[in-house]
């Protein structure tokens, strides 16, 4: 995330440099400058402001030095779904993104939700098990169960998620569409 940030900002950096000046030189530039008044000889500078490019940080260049992190996987998830109710929602599921591809009946709409995630600090919290002692809702969701397993943006998943409390049926439902939706 942090990687794919930085190299945006520079790309854009880059990319203005190269740009502006190309669009500033072309013409005249309207502008509301005073005719009269003690600021009419002031000439204001057209163009772009100088602004040196930084060189890439060493984790943004593809090196594979030591210290250097690694690329990011793509994500991979085999995703097992039992006693749903849902016709064609039980049985195993293959899922990867990056490309999407797979055996998952709605493969782009779950790689979508997963990006959307990880580009959030909510993305963190997505596979994680609900913390012993949570207080969570007597809300029975029914017999439903699922396990993800697999690596998603190269971190390794390994979860279950059920429909048993108000916790567990608010996980299922922050991973449909990977999960099948059951509301």
């Not at 602004?51 to 943004?60: E, H």
């Not at 993305?123 to 012993?132: N, S, V």
């Not at 207080?135 to 029914?142: A, E, V």
Request: glycine share 12%.
């Amino acid at each position: 995330m942090l990687r794919r940030l930085a190299l945006t900002a520079v790309v854009s950096l880059a990319a203005l440099s190269t740009t502006a000046p190309a669009a500033t030189a072309t013409g005249p530039v309207p502008s509301a400058l005073p005719t009269a008044g003690p600021l009419s000889a002031v000439q204001p500078a057209l163009g772009p402001l100088p602004v040196p490019l930084p060189p890439l940080p060493s984790f943004l260049e593809g090196g594979g030095g030591v210290g250097q992190e690694k690329p990011a996987e793509r994500t991979r998830l085999t995703v097992t779904v039992e006693r749903s109710g849902v016709a064609g929602a039980d049985g195993t599921f293959e899922l990867t993104c990056g490309p999407t591809g797979g055996t998952h009946p709605e493969r782009q709409a779950a790689c979508d939700r997963l990006a959307e995630a990880g580009a959030t600090r909510a993305g963190q919290e997505l596979f994680r098990a609900t913390p012993e002692g949570t207080m969570c809702t007597m809300i029975y969701g029914g017999d439903a169960s699922a396990r993800i397993v697999g690596t998603w943006e190269g971190r390794a998943v390994d979860t279950t998620v059920t429909r048993g409390d108000g916790c567990e049926i608010a996980r299922w439902n922050n991973l449909v569409p990977v999960l099948p939706d059951l509301r």
